[in-house]
């Protein structure tokens, strides 16, 4: 017995599974998570070491270097790219797609281990770190309050961070822009130097005056009692009050030779939002976690934060769930109208609105059913898998129409609306089941293709096969059932009142469509005469027209992704190495206030300054990030807002600006990819002076080429330095250890953080430094004593002497050669 035949003598049990299935697509829709693009796990894990005090050049030679070489062993390896900068080490390793992560990740690990014991003393253990898409923030906050900056900082860390990171769906959320607590010890050096003594005393004292430690248990009777020492600070007086040296009776404390600051750490970032400090929280999602629903949950986190603490402002500045919301709704839209064209089509072509009514159940059917399938493969709903709905709409109606053709000719023969159903069904089945293979087989191989391509073409040819299948199944049971028992073999029901006039109007509709058709048709006639008597020029022309489409395809664009407005635009800035933060900031205001006035659809600016911009390593540059209106709320595409925006921006002193529009940069992070640019030349090599003269070629040569715009070669800038070199023979006469000489040169300048201050709760560090005005001048710093193991004090000027130098901020390599880019 056919599928058919069961289908259409058991007409209860048909739709009984039919609307089974209505039910579980609709339970499975509300169970998917929405998201921009499908869930893409980009394989690639980094291997981070952190060398504090070490230069670029010394951390390539000694930390990058050498994982490199150990690494390149790790089976599965596409690409290694590292940068080198100061204080830490980056190894990126690129895997083939489709490689088991977590094996390579365990290979890595074995291999780090083989390694830990050839890295230097002062570099840490290297950490892995396992690239993740849903590791890229979802909402921008911003916070603003008349509270001082300190107390606002541990207001968002204590309070207002934990109740968004308690959200479901919520990852984690990060702030930029805080000003940390920090106590401060400002020596004075002529008294230190009047004391006859060294930095590193004050140091020691403060570490060994600070501390709290178990003591272990004791037992009295039955109790077994745990003891512990309490010598922590308390207050900022007993830090004053620290004994640093007892000397021929007299004791020295810490507020003889130094002010006790209760202050802020330095700042090597500002964060702006519209011109105005403030702080600003990224807010991450959970991978897997809906999208749009972690967005409505935190909008309402916000109200009830701005209820709950009236001292302060959080706004919603940048929502990337609009732009998902906006994608989601423009394809959803597009399917609607193609459901509904659909649907006029085939009132105008079966000229009966039951038979019309009948495609028209069978088609949300089969989309419902499709739902549930997505669910069960494990997809998400996004702009791939809602493409794969929309283009799968069109072919839903093909195999019902062709069914409800072959029954209604089955009834004009005379059968009986059961009979026509059966034996016109099984009549085509075949053709249909032929016909919706073809397709199929058009989209199944694109689930084998790998790479970013594929991952991208996945979800679309399983969504528009699982669609396809379902249309099959509803045509072949469905549809029948529904011709037989519901299509009447005629209507002789009479109409009155307002129905009579509308079924006249219908009637009338019907009868100028035929009239139309039986033209076009008549036309139709004529040509395939005229093509059948004149077979060699009707095949000549086919020929010509094949001919001259294939000429046509080199001239058609290609890209990987296409346009799109995202309603942000990137406005990137630097300045040259070195440059104070003072000068950068002053700089960017000038660059604020031309933004401001040249883009009036801009409803935030956010502005990262120094270490706040998108490459923490390179402090003298800064990105100002534009949020647009909504497209549809603005006259003037992105295109032309940046450049008008590019075009208001002056010379601005000492300041390179580059203006980009965001067109494609959030598809492109969701799949891994590397930003900067659509065409990037790579120079590799390891003469980095022969590389840079091949850079400016290539810089001059893209600048005359049509059609590129911001040509920029991406050279790692040089910062000047002053290199300290200590004098080891003179050291070791003294009995001074290199050791204590640098951290005598740093305290003076950086500070050192000698212990921490701990209060209700939490921690800050206690920073040991000499005064501004003592360290202004570099003859001030060298100076300073170091103490030798008799209790004299050195200055640093007998045994350090200082050279000018150059330094590269960061050294990029891949697959252990360097490299520069355009």
């Known amino acids: 017995m056919s599928l058919t035949r069961l289908a259409v003598q058991r007409p209860i049990t048909t739709l009984m599974s039919s609307?089974?299935?209505?039910?579980?697509?609709?339970?499975?829709?509300?169970?998917?998570?929405?998201?921009?693009?499908?869930?893409?796990?980009?394989?690639?894990?980094?291997?981070?070491?952190?060398?504090?005090?070490?230069?670029?050049?010394?951390?390539?030679?000694?930390?990058?270097?050498?994982?490199?070489?150990n690494l390149s062993s790790v089976s599965g390896i596409e690409d290694i790219l590292s940068s080198s900068m100061e204080g830490s080490s980056t190894v990126r390793l690129q895997f083939q797609w489709g490689t088991d992560l977590n094996l390579a990740i365990n290979e890595v690990r074995d291999s780090l281990n083989k390694l830990r014991n050839k890295l230097p003393e002062g570099a840490e253990d290297p950490y892995i770190r396992h690239y993740d898409v849903a590791d890229r923030p979802i909402l921008y906050l911003g916070l603003n309050s008349d509270l001082d900056p300190v107390t606002l900082t541990q207001l968002t860390e204590n309070q207002i961070i934990p109740q968004f990171e308690q959200l479901e769906g919520v990852a984690r959320v990060r702030m930029r822009g805080g000003i940390e607590r920090e106590i401060q010890i400002k020596l004075d050096r002529s008294k230190l130097e009047s004391l006859n003594m060294g930095v590193n005393e004050v140091i020691n004292a403060l570490k060994q005056q600070n501390i709290n430690q178990p003591a272990g248990n004791y037992e009295e009777g039955h109790l077994n009692l745990h003891i512990r020492s309490e010598g922590e600070f308390t207050s900022l007086d007993q830090i004053e009050n620290t004994v640093v040296r007892e000397q021929a009776g007299a004791t020295v404390h810490v507020r003889d030779i130094a002010e006790v600051v209760d202050g802020e750490k330095e700042r090597t970032e500002l964060t702006r939002m519209n011109g105005q400090p403030g702080i600003l929280l990224y807010v991450y999602k959970q991978s897997g976690a809906n999208t749009i629903n972690v967005s409505d949950e935190v909008r309402k986190q916000v109200e009830r934060t701005n209820k709950s603490i009236p001292d302060m402002n959080l706004t919603i500045r940048v929502d990337n769930s609009q732009y998902i919301r906006q994608s989601i709704a423009n394809i959803q839209e597009a399917a609607l109208y193609g459901m509904g064209l659909a649907i006029l089509v085939l009132i105008l072509f079966l000229r009966s609105f039951r038979s019309m009514l009948v495609i028209g159940v069978c088609m949300p059917l089969s989309v419902l059913a499709t739902f549930t399938l997505i669910y069960f493969q494990g997809f998400t709903?996004?702009?791939?898998?809602?493409?794969?709905?929309?283009?799968?709409?069109?072919?839903?109606?093909?195999?019902?129409?062709?069914?409800?053709?072959?029954?209604?000719?089955?009834?004009?023969?005379?059968?009986?609306?059961?009979?026509?159903?059966?034996?016109?069904?099984?009549e085509v089945s075949s053709a249909i089941?032929?016909?919706?293979?073809?397709?199929?087989?058009?989209?199944?191989?694109?689930?084998?293709?790998?790479?970013?391509?594929?991952?991208?073409?996945?979800?679309?040819?399983?969504?528009?096969?699982?669609?396809?299948?379902?249309?099959?199944?509803?045509?072949?049971?469905?549809?029948?059932?529904?011709?037989?028992?519901?299509?009447?073999?005629?209507?002789?029901?009479?109409?009155?009142?307002?129905?009579?006039?509308?079924?006249?109007?219908?009637?009338?509709?019907?009868?100028?469509?035929?009239?139309?058709?039986?033209?076009?048709?008549?036309?139709?006639?004529?040509?395939?005469?005229?093509?059948?008597?004149?077979a060699t020029l009707t095949g000549f022309l086919l020929l010509l027209c094949f001919t001259t489409t294939l000429g046509l395809i080199p001239h058609v664009k290609t890209e990987f992704l296409p346009k799109t407005d995202e309603a942000a635009i990137n406005v990137y800035s630097r300045m040259a190495a070195g440059i104070q933060l003072r000068k950068l900031d002053q700089q960017t205001r000038i660059l604020e206030q031309a933004t401001i006035e040249s883009v009036p659809e801009a409803i935030a600016i956010a502005s990262f300054i120094g270490d706040g911009a998108d490459d923490a390593d390179q402090w003298n540059r800064t990105t100002l990030r534009?949020?647009?209106?909504?497209?549809?709320?603005?006259?003037?595409g992105i295109e032309e807002i940046r450049k008008a925006l590019d075009d208001s921006i002056g010379p601005i002193a000492g300041m390179k600006v580059q203006v980009k529009a965001q067109t494609e940069m959030m598809l492109m992070r969701m799949i891994g990819r590397r930003g900067g640019g659509d065409l990037v030349v790579q120079i590799a090599g390891h003469n980095l002076m022969a590389a840079q003269q091949i850079v400016d070629q290539v810089v001059a040569v893209m600048k005359q080429t049509p059609g590129l715009i911001n040509v920029e070669a991406e050279v790692s800038d040089k910062r000047p330095e002053l290199t300290a070199s200590i004098d080891r023979a003179k050291a070791g006469l003294l009995k001074i250890s290199v050791q204590d000489i640098a951290q005598t040169l740093e305290t003076t300048i950086r500070g050192t953080e000698a212990t921490l201050y701990r209060e209700e709760g939490d921690e800050f560090p206690v920073v040991v430094r000499l005064r501004e005005e003592d360290r202004d001048q570099m003859d001030d710093v060298q100076q300073v004593g170091v103490t030798t193991a008799t209790g004299r004090t050195i200055p640093l000027k007998n045994m350090l002497s200082f050279q000018p130098n150059e330094a590269p901020v960061v050294i990029e390599r891949q697959n252990q050669q360097r490299i520069l880019r355009v």
């Open 626 to 636: 534009i949020q647009l209106l909504p497209r549809s709320e603005r006259e003037r």
């Open 19 to 69: 609307l089974v299935l209505v039910m579980l697509g609709g339970v499975s829709l509300s169970q998917l998570s929405v998201d921009l693009m499908p869930d893409i796990q980009n394989p690639s894990v980094s291997v981070i070491t952190i060398y504090e005090g070490a230069g670029p050049d010394e951390a390539e030679k000694q930390i990058t270097r050498p994982i490199e070489q």
């Open 433 to 534: 089941v032929a016909s919706t293979l073809t397709t199929l087989i058009i989209f199944l191989p694109l689930i084998f293709i790998h790479g970013t391509t594929g991952i991208l073409l996945h979800q679309l040819a399983w969504v528009v096969s699982f669609s396809l299948i379902c249309s099959l199944f509803a045509s072949l049971t469905l549809t029948p059932v529904m011709s037989a028992y519901w299509i009447p073999e005629e209507v002789t029901t009479p109409h009155t009142g307002w129905t009579r006039h509308w079924f006249k109007l219908i009637e009338g509709f019907h009868h100028l469509n035929y009239q139309i058709l039986l033209k076009l048709e008549r036309i139709y006639e004529r040509i395939l005469k005229f093509s059948l008597k004149h």
């Open 381 to 426: 709903l996004n702009i791939i898998s809602f493409g794969g709905l929309a283009l799968g709409v069109g072919l839903l109606v093909d195999n019902s129409i062709v069914v409800l053709e072959s029954i209604f000719r089955k009834r004009e023969d005379g059968l009986d609306p059961i009979t026509a159903a059966i034996e016109g069904t099984e």
